[in-house]
């Protein structure tokens, strides 16, 4: 009888048995649903890093290559989103188009994608297109930066044209997601790095 009584019980599991392992495996399910969520807000933050530090790349590189100023305009022309333009004008001078409400607008100065207007009484020549930030994402930090040919990196700091050459500490655009938070920084040579 006791040979019989333990083939019985190595059957199968019991419905407390299942029960059992059905409560620990949600408990745990439950306890890593917030990481998971914390671990993707994190990522989504670095996509959008990455995609600014990009823009800043693509502004100095197109800035030396066209031999014209280049822009990065943040928040332009709504929150989360950016834009690289050509200033129209000079640095010293910059014409009276190119105000920031004008130069975000896609249907005011559209975005080639064929690529640039080689016609110097056309320009601007080199706008890129409005560039948007991972849902949730914002700019808490960011003014504007220009580009000069020589690599150089000035940041509008409103005491009229030219902008300053940005100091030893760069330039530093912060981005936020649910309460984390990521730079880019830009020094006075143009180079790009994160900062978080």
Known sequence: MPLRRLVRSTLGFSTIDMLAAMAVIATVAAMSVPALQESTDSMRLGMAVRDVERELHTARLTAVSSNRPMRIRFNCPAAAELRMVELIGTPQAPDAKDAAADRCSEA??????????????????????????????????????EFWPDGSVHADEGA??????VGAAGATITLTRKGLTKAVTVNALGKVTLAN
Not at 117 to 145: E, I, M
Not at 160 to 165: D, F, K
């Open 160 to 165: 009229g044209a030219p902008w300053p050459r």
């Open 108 to 145: 005011v100065y559209p975005y080639r994608p064929t690529g640039p207007d080689l016609n110097r009484l056309t320009r601007p020549n080199n706008d890129g297109p409005v560039r948007r930030l991972q849902p949730g994402t914002t700019f808490t930090a960011a003014t504007t930066l």
